[in-house]
Structure formats: C-alpha cells, structure tokens
C-alpha cells in the first residue's frame, strides 16, 4: 500500500549508504506516485490508491461506513474509512462484534445522530466508538510515535477550526492575506 | 585513509553561517569544499514526513529530521532517545536539551526565522552593569553586518523606527513588516494595556513579495519544522548556488579530526564516511561552523601534542560559557478565543523587558505569544474527554481557540563552568558524545522568581485568561552560544574579532559558539553577522598572502 511503503522510507530505515535514498527510491516508486508526492499530494489524496477488497472486507467496510456516519455528523471520506477499517481490522473478531452491536443499538433506538444512541452504549461498545471517532478525527487509529498515518489533510482534527486556523504546511491565505480578525467560538463551519 | 579533496577554503557545516560564508568566498573567486556530517535531503521530503507524522509526536519538533546512524543528534522520539546522544549533567541538564538538525542546510530547516539583533547594551553588560563579559567591540562595529545578513537572508522588518529592535539602523529592511493574526493582536493589545510594546519581529521570511528566487510567506504555519514553500529563508535554499558558483558540497563527510601542522597552521580536517573509511583533506583556511556544540566537541577532540587541551584551547575556554535563553513557558486558559495558527509560528516579541539597570540583579526576559496552530492539541484534548457530536466538534473549537502559550526567554550570563566535554560514551563511528554541565545560575533563577514569572502572569490575566500555569522548570531555547566565546584576550577567549582562533592564524569559528554574551533575543541573526565579518576578514587574508 502506498502509504505505508511510503513511511517506510525513512531515513532511520537508510543504511551505510552515503546516498541516502536516490538509488533504493527509484527503484521502489513509480514516477506518478514520487511526482504525487513530490507535490504533497499522498496524504492528501486518499482516492489515489485502491486496494483489491475482497467482498467479505467490502461487506464489512460498508458497515464500518454506516456506522461511522452515524457516529460522526460529517461528510467522510470512503478512502479514509477503509483505511480505518484495515487498521481496526487487526482485531477482527472484537472489530466486527463491535460494529455489530453498534450499528443493532442505533437501529434499535432508531438513531439518526450519535447522540441518539451512544449514551445507552455498553462501555465496551463506548469504548470501540470512541476509537473509531478518534481515528477519523486524529488520521490516526492509535497515536503513538509509528503510528501509520491513515488521513493528515482531511483527518477531521482540523474542521472544527478550519474557518481560521491553518492545517501545518497548507495554506488558507495568500500574501500577507491574513489579519486580526477573530470570529466567534460559535460560527462553527460545515463540513 | 585517502588523500580525498583540497580548497582554498575548507567549511566544515552548511548552516546559515558556513553557507555565508562559502558564498562569499565563492565570490571572491576562491575555490571552497563544503562538509557536512549529515544527508541532504528535499523539502518534499520533509514535508511529506512531517504530514504522516503521528499527532502526538508533532511536539517533537525534530521527528520529520531523523539522525542517521553516522550524524546523530538529539533525538526526542521518545524519553530514551531523547537522553542518548546529549550527555547532560547538572541542576538544569534538561534545559540543554538543544534540538538541532545534522543535515545539509543545519538547522536553518527548522528555525523560526526570527531576527532579533542584540542592543549595545547588550554588548557592554560588564561595563555598564558589572555581571558577564563586554564584547570586544561594539555594536556600531557590528551594525553594518547586522544590515548585510538582513539583506542576504531577506529579512523582513518594520519601517516605523518605533516599531524597531533597536532603533539603531542604517539601512531599511528589505521588506515590511509580516502582518499579525488575532493572537498576536490580542497579546499586543494586553501587553499594551501594561504599557509594554509587543513588537513585530525581523524575520528571515519574505513579506508580501519574493525574494532572492524564493516566494512570499502564505501563512503555512509549519516554519518549524519546516517551510514547505520555502519563503522562510534556509540554508538548503543557498546549497544549490553554492554549487552553481562553483562550491563543491560533501555530505555524510563527519569531521573528526583538525590538524595542525608547522607554525600551528591547520593544515587539514578528516572525517570518517559512513562506513568509517578515512579521507584527509586540505586547504589554506579552515572554516568550523558546525554549530556550538559539534564545532567544540570537534576541537576538543582534536587534541595533538601541541594543543594538549585540545585544537584552539590554550585558554582552556573551548567549550566553557555554553549559553541559551532558558525558557519558561506559560499556558493560558481564556474565556474568549485568542486563535493561534494564523500566519507564521513566531511573529513578535516584547523586547523591552530585556533591558534595564535591573540586569545589575537578574536576567531580563522577553515575553512572546507561540503561534502555532493548537488544532491538533485541542483535538487531542476534547477526544480524550470521551465527548462525541456537537459536543466533540464544540470543544475542539473551544479548546483550540481558548487556549494560548506564552514564552519566556531569559537572558544568561556567560559563565566558564556551564561545560562542554568529552563524553566517555561513542557515536556509531566511535566519536565521543558531547557531556555538558548546565546551571542557569541564580541571575536567571532570581529573574524567574522576581520579575519574568509575576509578568507574564500579568500579561495573561490582561488577556483574559481564567486559567495559567507557568512551568517551572527551565527548558530550551535551542540557541546555543559561548562554546568559542570571542575576545580581545586570548588568555581568556578563543578567537579574535574575526573568529579566528587566537591560536591558529588560519581557522575561523564564526557562529554562536563565538559570542560573547547573549541577550534574550534568538542568536541568529548574530551569528550571521560574525560569520560575514568573518569572511572579509578571510578574503583579506588570503589576498594579503
């Protein structure tokens, strides 16, 4: 997958080698995936790469999909999701007894918004939405140091502020476009 | 061992410093060999690893810059990295953590691109108030080089003299003044009301316009770790016209070894490549500049029967009067937002509190408002409080916008037992760690407890804040000085006005580990300065022989 061989490269991964990356670079990337990345584009682009699914994954990532969107009120990226449900997925008995149960709460309470359902929640359950939740909002699915990092532009971190604040390395302004200006806590964006 | 290359000038490093330097020298129709310990790397490249870091590691701001096996550095991945390479000792070992980057370009990667100078006051400060060293020169000797790097660099600056650091200028700035976002505005506004003037920093980070083949600033708030358009000004960018010009650029080539030969001339450097071969090379001057703590490290390592104590150390002084700003930090709560993360992560200072007959006592400090972007740690925060929704997205808002940090930097007194040595522990390639013993000294204590602390409580209450805890443990400002400290004396100091060492006519070890005291203000700029004054004096050098 692309980006985990692209965290691969990094450069505590470089040998003795006094070059350290153009020779083992070229011969593991393809000129579209280094000229994608040449321009900031792997995070950021999450339809870039589609892995075969087989169709009990794609049955399951479907599910993670509609439970996701009930757990989270926004517009969510399918790509990212089944980036989460791969991660999620290295547990796979509990990942799919959690979905399960969750997605059975919500019809049973006829849930519409999280609010509907995850109150009456078991703690496990709490527990395995919370994570869920966070690894949509965090692009991560357990922030720890090496963690593989599954959304960086569109992780859902960044929305709630994203009318004022820059996401790191992207840009909202141009040219000393920026001001003072302070909007309310309140005027919460869409998204 | 192998006889590998030869030049006019040889530069050990390619930070800011080597880099002015090389160029200048290049200019001059001198032929000039850059070293450099570490890879060279592209932007893209770390750019690309900083956006796949993991949130929590995005306060390490070194993780997109991870040492090789050859050219380590500190490394703040986790509590064990972090103490493998500095070897620190001492009341205050953790305030010498310094982060720096070993790579082509230095550190200049992942510098704020602050351009404080230093006032004559802060050049004379036994003179004028009886504690540290006074400068062997002073600052109208320097003025001139301070206005050559804001050109070279393209520093950008207000034009209202009111609105300068010191208003002592010959020249403009080459470009006007960044604007500020709702934070720094906020903290002006407070900082006013105190009758303090929080000032719009020079910074090495193009204003509106292009400069020197590079892009205006868009507000991409990443200067630390790294400016992914490259308007902040780094040595990576001059590398290439560098080599244009001529220049020829070693990297992984890690410098162990100065040689002194007859007259204690240096007459070559070796360094070890990765795989611990050899290579000797030679030239008629000798540039260290591989920052305050390799380039003593380095000296010290070079003992020979000549230099006992080690290359340029008859003063015993190499490696003695390690400075940096000790830093406080506050953490603010406030009931309205400040914003943070609306243009650069750094953007202006009080200046003022820096100076006064009170530094007869204690330390000045100056007091600035962290800009960086609190989205990440606000997401952190609010997910970890189990919220989910509305209540998840509001308390994102809420703790991104309410929450701000407000930097202390002290100034520190040179003092000979803040000391860098040789560690018995060894690198990969066999080369000893840098041991260095830090006490920030009752003079920064004492600015801490009496003056830097009750007024940064003050500029946060007149912010609003309902919350604010103020660290008490010094930390880092990763501005390291002092190790090379300059001098008229050479009992006393290691190099002359010049940089040159007092003890070799032919080696120049130009940059912070040259200054002599060092003021609250980020060294940069300074550092700069010396490494042109440096470079004239070089080409009088060799057109002279």
Redesign the interface.
Known sequence: MLLSAFWSFGLKDCDSSADIGAARFSIRFTRRLVLAAAVGLVAAQPRLVRSAVAPDDRFMDDRFMALSRLLIPHNLDAEIGRRIAAELKTDRAPFRDHIDALLKLAHDRRAAVVEDFFPFASDQSKAAALRIISAWYLGVVDDAPDAKIVAYELALMFKPTSDVMTIPTYSISRPNGWGATSPPLSSMPTF | MSQAESADIVVVGTGVVGCLIAEQLLDAGHSVLMLEAG???ER??I????????????T?LD?A??????APFLDS??PLTAVDYLQLEGPNARAYRQDYVRYAGGSTWHWAGICWRLTPEDMRLKSLYGVGRDWAFDYATLEPYYTRVEQALGVCGPSDPELQWPPIRSKPYPMGR?????G???FTDAAARLGLKNLPAAQAR????AYDGR????????CIP?C?IGAKYDAASSLPRIEAKGGKIL??AVVYRVEAGAANQVQAVHYF???KQSHRVTGKLFVIACNGIETPKLLLMSADTRNPRGVANSSDQVGRNMMDQPKLVAELTLAE???????PVQGSSIMQTSQGDFRREHAGALFRFNN?????L???QA?NK?L???A???E???L???TAELTIEHELLPDPNNRLTLSDKKDALGIPKPNIYYDVGAYVRKSAESYSTPLVKQLAREMGATDVKVTTEFTNSDHIMGGMIMGANPADSVVDVDCRAHDHPNLFLPGGGAMTTAGCGNSTLTMAALALKAADAMVAQLTHA
């Open positions: 890879p060279r790397v893209w490249q750019v690309e690893k900083y956006r796949n870091l993991a949130p929590i590691t995005t390490n993780a810059y991870p040492p090789t096996r050859w991945t986790s960044l604007p500020f976002g709702p720094e505005q906020k193009n204003s509106g316009v892009p205006p600033c868009c507000g991409n708030n990443s790294v992914p990297v992984n490549d990765p795989d937002p400040a914003w943070t993360g609306v243009g960086m972007a609190r989205s990440r606000g997401a952190i997910l189990g989910v929704g509305k998840l997205d509001a994102i808002r809420r991104s916008a309410c």
